[in-house]
């Protein structure tokens, strides 16, 4: 493959974070819709795509196929971003991805579904803080900032706010999750793909 091939499938690959996020929001959307017994204020999103639910496979199938391309994404950052910290945020999100594809696995009514479903956020929480603390080095403190922020908040809300569901607190995270998408396709626009 020579450097051109290579420039363009990196062209490509800086939009499957985001890819991945509008994914997961019309999955979600499309099974609230199938499913209309689903309460933010009473369910998990994972009962969505529960075991003996109608429908679930639109919840698991979907999943799987933003986890897919969340773990490309995170491939791509690995190549592209610079500095040993930048590379260890990029290996926590890859992680995280790859326990978004378990979840879809291992759907709600298997052993291992709580576990992967929980080890998903912490991680790509875990990955948001890395990537702040790799900006805030490279001298890019204000999107360092950002990220930290982002982490640390999220973090702590996740503990102290008495959330009314698990919904709740999943969307929470996941819309943190992509205003971080966001940023840093808009980083990537800006500067280029060695933003770090």
Known sequence: M?????????RVLRFFGITAIGIGWLTILTSIMLNPWFSFYKNALSDLGALGVEYNFVFNY????????????GFYLLTCLDGKLAAFASSFFILGSIHLLLIASFPEGTYPHLFVSLEFFILMGISILLYGIAFTAAKQRLLGVIFLGMALGG????????WP???CLEVFAIALMSIWAILMLRQDLRMGSSSL
């Open 155 to 162: 973090f702590s809300a996740a503990v102290l706010v008495p």
């Open 62 to 73: 979907g999943l799987g196929v933003a986890a897919i391309f969340a773990i490309a994404y």
């Open 165 to 167: 569901s698990i919904a």
């Open 2 to 10: 020579n450097a051109f091939e290579w420039s363009s499938i990196r």
